[in-house]
């Protein structure tokens, strides 16, 4: 078995009440204290009839992004895929065990 080039990775995380499932070829630690920088997004190509409302919409939202920082506490999951699935967006139902990251409270 032969180790791929560029490896593709899907990267699951929380924003805004939504779950994102991304796919990107660079992830790493970013400079930025507390977040990982997503560079190089990867969307499937055009070549199918029926077309997925969640990828466009992701297709459009970052569209000329050349890096996001995502914070580490929204990161549910990153995997290395042998191929490229379907970007969505879904809802964060069903995430009700995944609490945010604790942040302190500025005293008054």
């Given amino acids: 078995m032969t180790k791929r080039e560029a490896p593709i990775y899907k990267v699951i995380f929380l924003n805004q ?14 400079d930025l204290w507390g977040f990982l920088e997503i560079e190089e997004f ?3 190509e055009r070549t199918q009839v029926v077309v997925d409302p969640s ?7 970052f569209e000329g992004v050349v890096r996001s920082f995502v914070p580490m506490h929204s990161i549910v999951r990153i995997d290395e895929v042998e191929r490229l699935g ?9 995430m009700g ?12």
Avoid: C, D, H, W
Wanted: hydrophobic share 35%; no cysteine.
């Fill in 97 to 108: 065990n995944v609490m945010p990251f604790p942040v302190p409270m500025p005293e008054k």
């Fill in 42 to 44: 990867v969307f499937g």
């Fill in 55 to 61: 990828e466009e919409k992701l297709k459009a939202q």
């Fill in 17 to 30: 009440g939504q779950v994102f499932e991304m796919y990107a070829k660079q992830i790493y630690q970013s």
């Fill in 86 to 94: 379907t970007p969505k967006i879904s809802e964060a139902r069903g």
